[in-house]
């Protein structure tokens, strides 16, 4: 194939590819390099944005790179392969660039050349003049020319960048702990073993092959683990060339232990209530003193006055305990404070053995005395007050309410109840 042919086939491909302004135009897109990893460039279509600092040589279609160094700095050698040229002769043939350092951002100055002014048609590299400080960030600016030519080069490329100051060593992490036999429900600490990670930026914790906890901060906890499993971390580090790293794996035996004591109860002196109690283990009811049998998980309350009972299961030397509260006599509890915010919890205000009371009227008043809120029956949740006033939220406040039982002896209760959006 003679070389007019070559050219008319490799110029037609240039003309008919449509390419967009590239990403990094401008210094401020800067693209990340990070060590040993290849990135792609492309000066086609770019402005000449910036200045070369009065360095190397007037920028024509620029375009922006940027590194930062390790903890210890040294050499870094940025190397540019696959040089791809649009040959229309009245385009330049050959890339230049450098890279330096600024007083802060891409354009402040003072700055300072910290490269040679590499430049070429093929392969070339760019090397550190100074060693490089550590913790640092340098940009790397890549630009077409015209020399020789009327309009500045259009080129595709790889860029690599290597050296002391940029590769950092794999991080490791392993997990370990005193005990591989937990107790359901309990957080036994994991000790975690980190090696060369400056900067975690997330954990990823993974149990039977499934991520149990991801996040920033090791907020994992074993007390979420119900069945026998296989545990193991994974690690990002770094949050510009972010590297992982995943550790060893832990096999947990998880001992099933749980309680569920049931339902609060509401009696007259005098009266009994059943305590269903449920769950894994054996139980134990305390206290025992008012109990047909406090070893069962079903038994039979006789208290004279409010008492709260504790079921305690064992299952294999692990425990786990749960509450119930027997109520002895006409006792209303009424919370001093609900929050109706669309959540579906605590939405509206509610008012514990109400439903023992069918005539039970309730009255609520703003803080000017005005009446926002009168029932009659306050026994089922959508008798129960909503927070607002015909129709129209009420803002967060204190408001005082009358409660009368409407019972032969008279009952009233008055308060306050506090409204939080």
């Not at 110029?11 to 590819?17: A, L, Q």
């Not at 090696?195 to 930026?201: G, M, P, R, S």
Request: hydrophobic share 35%; charged share 15%; aromatic share 12%.
């Amino acid at each position: 194939m003679s070389f007019n042919k070559l050219f008319l086939i490799v110029s037609s491909i240039f003309s008919v590819t449509s390419y967009a302004q590239p990403s990094n135009d401008a210094c401020d897109n800067a693209v990340r390099l990070c060590p040993l990893i290849t990135s792609s460039g492309t000066t086609i279509d770019a402005t000449t944005e910036g200045t070369d600092y009065g360095f190397c040589y007037v920028p024509e279609n620029t375009v922006w790179f940027v590194f930062t160094t390790n903890s210890t700095g040294g050499s870094a050698t940025v190397s540019f392969t696959n040089l791809v040229f649009n040959p229309d002769p009245t385009l330049g043939q050959s890339l230049q660039a450098f890279f330096f350092k600024t007083a802060g951002d891409c354009g402040v100055t003072p700055f300072s050349a910290m490269s040679n002014c590499g430049s070429g048609s093929s392969d070339f590299a760019l090397n550190e003049i100074i060693i490089l400080d550590p913790n640092t960030t340098y940009y790397v600016q890549v630009s077409g020319t015209s020399i020789g030519a009327i309009n500045p080069s259009e080129c595709t490329f790889d860029l690599t960048i290597s050296g002391s100051a940029v590769e950092n060593p794999d991080p490791t992490v392993s997990i370990s702990t005193t005990t591989t036999t937990i107790c359901q429900g309990v957080d036994e600490e994991i000790t975690v073993n980190i090696l060369d990670c400056d900067e975690i930026t997330n954990y990823e914790w993974t149990y039977n092959g499934s991520v149990v906890y991801s996040g920033p901060a090791n907020d994992f906890s074993t007390a979420d683990l119900t069945e026998d499993g296989t545990l193991s971390l994974s690690i990002s580090c770094g949050s510009f060339c972010e590297k992982t790293a995943n550790s060893n794996d832990l096999n947990l035996t998880i001992i099933p232990v749980s309680a569920e004591a049931g339902d609060d109860h509401f009696i007259e002196l005098g009266e009994q209530a059943t305590l269903l109690g449920s769950g894994i283990g054996s139980p134990t009811w305390t206290p025992g003193t008012s109990l047909t049998n406090p070893a069962e998980l079903t038994t039979i309350s006789s208290p004279d006055n409010t008492t709260t009972y504790f079921l305690t299961m064992e299952n294999m030397g692990c425990f786990a305990t749960d509450s119930v509260t027997v109520f002895v006599g006409e006792v209303l509890i009424i919370y001093s404070g609900f929050s109706p915010n669309g959540d579906n919890v605590n939405d509206r205000w509610h008012i514990i053995n109400s439903e023992k009371f069918p005539n039970m009227e309730v009255n609520i008043y703003d803080r000017s005395g005005q009446r926002v809120f009168s029932a009659v029956n306050y026994t089922t949740e959508d008798q129960w007050w909503d927070g607002t006033f015909k129709g129209k939220d009420l803002p967060t406040s204190v408001y005082y309410y009358v409660i009368r039982l409407n019972d032969e002896a008279g009952t009233e209760y008055k308060g306050y109840v506090t409204l939080i959006r």
